[in-house]
Each structure stands twice: as C-alpha cells, then as structure tokens.
C-alpha cells in the first residue's frame, strides 16, 4: 500500500476550504491556525482524544459527509454527473453550515440552536429592511461562488490518484473518528470535533432547541407563585430610571488601551456626581448572552429569568398565555400606582415592523415615546447606518421633559435602551451645552461617523460620549427623588475577545445614601469602578430580586419582611 503524501496534503487542504470561516472569525483570539496539541504523557485513547476534539478555530477538520462521499466515489470509480452533483449539493450546505456554526460560536459566543436562530434571524432581518434586497443579492453571489469553489474541489480530489486501499483506509477513519461516542457527547461538545457531520449537527440541534418545551406546561397557578412581591405596600415610592446602555461591556475595564483612555472619564463621572449629592453603587453582572439579541438580556434583568435564548423567549411571550400572569419588575411598578414610561424613539419606517404586542409585554408602559413623539427636526444620527434617530442626548432629555407634563403626583419609571454605542459605534463625540440646540436641522456636531476610523477607537468614543450624556443628565436633573440604575446589555461585539467574559457594569446612582449603601451587601463598590474586575459578582437575572430586598427595606411598609436572592432567577422546575 502506497500513500502519496503530497495527494494527502492536497486532500486535508481542500478540507480546510469549509472550515476557514471558523478561523477567521476567531483570529483575533487564535491568529495561530495550527492547533495546539499535547501528547506529553498521554495514553493512546487520551491522545485520539485529543485529535478528534481539539479546542481551537484551526481549519485542519474533515466535513465527514461531504469526504465521505468524495471517497465512496473514489472507491466504486462511480462518474455519473447526478451523483457528483450530489456531493457536491452536500458539500454547500456542509459549507453553509459549518460557517453558521462559526458565526454563533465565534461572534456571538454561544453554540447555534436552529430554532432560536431562526427567531434572530426573523428579527434582523427586520432591522435590515431597507437593505433586504442588497443581503439577497450578496447572499445568492457568496452562494454562487462557494458552489463553485467546491465544484473545482470536488473534481480535483475525483481526480487524485488514490489508491483503493487509501480510499479503505479513509473511510474507516473518517468513520472512526467522526461517530467515536458522537451520541453520547452533549450537543455543546460537538462543535470542535476534527470530524465534524453538519447533518448529525444540525439534527442535534433541532433536537437541542426544544429543551425549553416544557415551558408550555407552565399554568396561570406556577406563574401567580412566583410573585413573592405583589403583596408588599411602599410608604414612599421613588422615581425609577433605568437605562440599558447598549455594548457596554467589563472590557471598558479589562482591555489596558480601552482603560487607559477612559480612566479619566470614571474618576470625572465619580466626582460629578458625588459633587451633586449623589450616591453610588458598582459591581459586573453576568447577561444570558455575549453579544446579539439585547432583548434576552434586559429581559432577564426585568422579569428575573435566565431567558438566553430566543425560541424561549417566543415561548414564554408569545405562545403561553399564562405567563401573562407572572409580574417583571416594571409589572410590579405599575400595579403599586407607578407610570411606566418607554422612550423608543428609532425612526425610519420601523414603527409598523415591531411586534407592539410583545414589546408592551415586555415593558409594561402607559406611555411610549417614539420617534414621532420626539419632534425631532436636527441633524440624524443613523443606528446600525440603517434608521434614524435624534442623539440619546436629545431623546432622554425630552423624554424627560414629555414626562414632567403628564405625571401628576403619579411615581413613574422610565426605560431607554440607548442607541449611540451600538455596533458599528457610528456616535456623537460629546454632549452638548444644552440639548436644545441639537433640534435644528442646521446644527453641527462632531461624530465617530468615518467608517475608516478603527473600530476599537470608535467604540472608545461612543462609550465615553454615552456615559457623559447620562452623567450629564442625572446631574442637570438633580433629582432627590429618582433611583437611576445603568446596567449594561451585553459586551461590543468585533472588538471584545475571548478571556473578556460576558460580564457588563451595573450602576445604581441615588441620593438616598441609605438605599444605595445597601448593595454593599452584595459585594458592590461604593463608586463607580466596581470592586471586582476578574469576574461578575451577580448575574442580570437576579437583579429584580437584590433589587427588591434593599427596596423594600428603605421604602416599605414592612421592611423587616424576609425576601429571598434569588441569584439565578426564578426556578423553572420549582413545584412550589
């Protein structure tokens, strides 16, 4: 039996073609694409471990279905133009595939679940509907040239002269190595096999998605039991401001240049605030999500639910009527005597594209300010280079001053999920003097906006402009009545890597030196940088129960009252 070791280099190459996506989305953490490998001490079964499952981007693997068909073609000498255009069929969706898994893993940091991509997709695509017919014509020119790069690969390797006993020998080990314990694996241990099977991936994955059925079981009783705070009676009720600071990640912290030029901004920002008689806590929280889908991450903060996925926020907001019984943290707010405000003010035609229903689900509000309630007349900041919307400097102030002319002697909440720092970071360079100005259709003002700018400089500029506009808001409001809670959704996606983690700030800034002291108890700084860096002290779901013990013990009735931390959210599987 006689190998030529140059065919074999030629094969594994060509191999690589499907696998090269994974390592340039991942080259910002593994710019080395050779895999790294110990054998130092190992048995032979660790050693074959080691090489079927390695943890790394590298491209070195074998689409089993699509070498599987090459070599069984190879083997019967079969040259028929229906079974070659067969492989190569195979060898597309293989491609497509495995590029989808590199997307999920790689970019947004979780494995790909079909049925929650699906759902993501389905909201994207919304987002993108200006531009819808661009994608289609990009996606059906990319699909035309992988079907052609994997036709020339397919008759180049129907072309090797390979021996029949190599072909043997190729199918045993694919075979070996690509189903060696592959059912036993969980689904999330699938992804770095060297043999990797995009149709046992995407079967498993389908399978994987309906974990969260069981949801639909859920009844009006499971639900009532969950509100522990629906009893409690308030002697005094603050204002509550909360602010989803969009891509507002611990890599403001963690990453030295990002820290080295924002240093200055946290200490102006501490001493800012502290000067107008404010009071602060800080620690990291933990989101369900790297980055992707905000939705699932302010909606754990809300309702007190680790909701990671968007199948199984479809469950529980759109397909079980009974979890309309269970009250989020504003659904409280609202049935203790609360206004509940949403400033939304994206423009551009995405009005009639949001799903209202959902949206009031999730934010409990009497009053929406969007795009139209702006009145907007200035200069457009464009979000995502796809909408429109005033700078968050202009929305959150008249939204503010809308607020002032509709409550009464009403408490209110207000939440703002800002825009200006979301990815590509297209934003405003600093606050203006007075917000005012900026509705006027011939003011200017400075922006990150030249997309040649380097990403990560970009970014540095839209965190320090969105942290200065809110700083400069809670302050010129000097409110002694208002809870302002500023937590971030998720890390900025492209610029954030792998030892970063998930983890993203939370700030609760009061005048109540009392309230705020008491989140020292759950291991929060008393200033703006948390006490913690290496790691989240909390995680986004057991905000809404921290939340409620300190607010209970300042402000009800009853503080004495013992309310569970309930760190990882409500128990699904409670019977209680």
Not at 36 to 44: D, I, P, Q, V
Not at 65 to 72: N, S, V
Not at 119 to 134: R, Y
Request: charged share 20%.
């Amino acid at each position: 039996m006689i190998i030529d070791i140059k065919y074999s280099l030629i094969f594994l190459l060509a191999m690589a073609f499907f696998f090269l996506p994974w390592y340039l989305l991942n080259i910002k953490n593994q710019l080395n694409p050779l895999p790294n490998l110990a054998f130092r001490e190992l048995t032979f079964m660790q050693t074959l471990k080691q090489v079927y499952e390695k943890k790394s981007s590298d491209p070195f693997r074998i689409p089993m279905g699509f070498a599987l068909g090459i070599l069984i073609l190879k083997l019967f000498t079969i040259t028929n133009v229906y079974f070659i255009n067969a492989i190569i069929s195979l060898g597309v969706i293989s491609w497509i595939i495995i590029a989808y898994t590199g997307i999920m893993v790689y970019i947004f940091k979780r494995i790909p679940v079909i049925n929650s991509d699906i759902d993501f997709l389905k909201i994207g695509w919304t987002i993108v509907n200006k531009v819808q017919w661009i994608i289609i014509a990009i996606v059906i020119i990319l699909t035309f040239a992988i079907t052609f790069c994997i036709y020339k690969i397919t008759y180049l390797l129907l072309a090797l002269p390979l021996s029949i006993y190599a072909n043997l020998i190729g199918i045993l080990i694919i075979l070996a190595l690509g189903l060696f314990h592959v059912f036993s694996y969980g689904y999330d241990s699938l992804h770095f096999r060297t043999v990797f099977s995009p149709i046992i991936h995407l079967s498993r994955s389908i399978k994987f998605g309906q974990r969260f059925n069981f949801i639909l079981e859920k009844d009006a009783t499971f639900f009532n039991k969950k509100n522990i705070y629906k009893d409690l009676t308030f002697v005094n009720k603050p204002n509550i401001i909360v602010l989803c600071v969009e891509s507002y990640g611990s890599i403001v912290f963690k990453e030295e240049t990002i820290w080295n030029s924002l240093e200055h901004k946290w200490k102006k920002m501490e001493k800012d605030l502290i000067n107008n008689g404010f009071s602060i806590a800080s620690t990291l929280s933990t989101p369900p999500l790297f980055a992707g889908g905000s939705w699932l991450s302010y909606t754990s903060f809300l309702f007190g639910i680790n909701i990671n996925d968007t199948y199984q926020y479809n469950l529980v907001f759109k397909n079980n009527p009974s979890f309309d019984h269970y009250q989020s943290f504003l659904q409280l707010l609202k049935h203790k005597g609360y206004l509940n405000f949403l400033l939304s003010p994206l423009g551009g035609g995405y009005g009639n594209l949001v799903d209202w229903i959902t949206v009031k689900k999730n934010f409990a509000y009497d009053y929406c300010f969007d795009w139209d309630s702006m009145e907007y007349d200035g200069p457009i900041h464009k979000y995502l280079d796809l909408g429109k919307s005033p700078p968050d400097q202009f929305s959150i102030n008249k939204a503010d001053q809308l607020i002032s002319k509709t409550i009464k002697n009403n408490p209110y909440s207000m939440f703002f999920i800002t825009l200006n720092s979301h990815v590509p970071y297209s934003s405003p360079i600093k606050p203006e003097n007075n917000w005012k100005k900026l509705n006027n259709k011939d003011f200017k003002y400075e922006s990150t906006g030249n997309k040649k700018q380097n990403l990560v400089n970009k970014y540095i500029k839209a965190i320090n402009y969105q942290l200065s506009t809110l700083t400069d808001f809670i302050c010129k409001k000097s409110d002694d009545n208002t809870i302002y809670i500023l937590f971030g959704d998720h890390q900025p996606p492209f610029i954030t890597k792998d030892h970063h983690t998930f983890d993203t700030p939370i700030h609760i800034i009061s005048k109540n030196k009392k309230f705020v002291n008491l989140f020292s108890n759950f291991d929060f700084s008393k200033k703006i940088t948390p006490k913690h860096i290496a790691t989240g002290t909390m995680n986004h779901e057991g905000f809404y129960s921290m939340f409620m013990i300190n607010f209970n013990k300042i402000f009800g009735s009853n503080p004495d009252i013992k309310l569970p931390y309930l760190k990882d959210g409500i128990d699904w599987n409670d019977q209680k």
